[in-house]
Structures are given as structure tokens and as C-alpha cells.
Nanobody
Framework: QVQLVESGGGLVQAGGSLRLSCVAS????????MAWYRQAPGKEREFVAA???????AYADSVKGRFTIARDDAKKTVYLQMNSLKPEDTAVYYC????????????????WGQGTQVTVSS
């Protein structure tokens, strides 16, 4: 079983910063891309940022220049540093990873965390 657990969400004023973390655990053979998505109330889940192991990061236009995704493969952890936060960044942030488990190394499955709430007040 593979689990992703996010942390670091909270309430912050506009212009402030937060750092989200997501740790993968379980019987993991390898992790491909790790990513962050978010879902605001009444809206669909949307892509925020992603990074493959050793690859360049990708960002949604709405967060470019403000958010930075980083990963520590040794710790099986992905981070999202969020600066210059805006009220429109308010959402539940979800971690996503493409994982090959030890008992199914030929297949890559998508896993999701439970989400962490980020609220930005104006």
C-alpha cells in the first residue's frame, strides 16, 4: 500500500507565504512525477505544479513566479513553496504521484493525498 500525506496548510494573509510538504510511504519501488493540484469550493480540481525526478518543473500560469516545486527523492518528499499568496489561491491542495509499487513494478499507478487546506485572507 502506498500513501501520500500532505502537511503545511493553514490560514495566511494576502502577500504571505506557506510551504506545503507531501511524503510518500509504503512499499515503493520508484516514483515518477510528483505534483500538486488544488480545488477551490465549487470549482474543478486544477493543476498547480509538477516535477519529475531530475526533470524541470512545470507550473500553471496562475502560479508562475510565485510558487516553487521541489522534491527530495531520498525522503520521497515533494514541497510547494508558495509566496505572494492571493485570496484566489484559497483551495484544498492535493499531492499526486506516479508510483511503481514493489509488488507491481511493471505498472505505474496514480496516488493522491487527502489534501490540506490553504486559506488566504484579503
Amino acid at each position: 500500500q502506498v500513501q501520500l500525506v500532505e502537511s503545511g496548510g493553514g490560514l495566511v494573509q494576502a502577500g504571505g507565504s506557506l510551504r506545503l510538504s507531501c511524503v510518500a510511504s509504503g512499499r515503493i519501488f520508484s516514483i515518477n512525477a510528483m505534483a500538486w493540484y488544488r480545488q477551490a469550493p465549487g470549482k474543478e480540481r486544477e493543476f498547480v505544479a509538477a516535477r519529475t525526478s531530475g526533470g524541470s518543473p512545470a507550473y500553471a500560469d496562475s502560479v508562475k513566479g510565485r510558487f516553487t516545486i521541489a522534491r527530495d527523492d531520498a525522503k520521497k518528499t515533494v514541497y510547494l513553496q508558495m509566496n505572494s499568496l492571493k485570496p484566489e489561491d484559497t483551495a484544498v491542495y492535493y499531492c499526486n504521484a506516479g508510483v511503481r509499487a514493489l509488488d507491481s513494478v511493471d505498472y505505474e499507478y496514480d496516488y493522491w493525498g487527502q489534501g490540506t487546506q490553504v486559506t488566504v485572507s484579503s
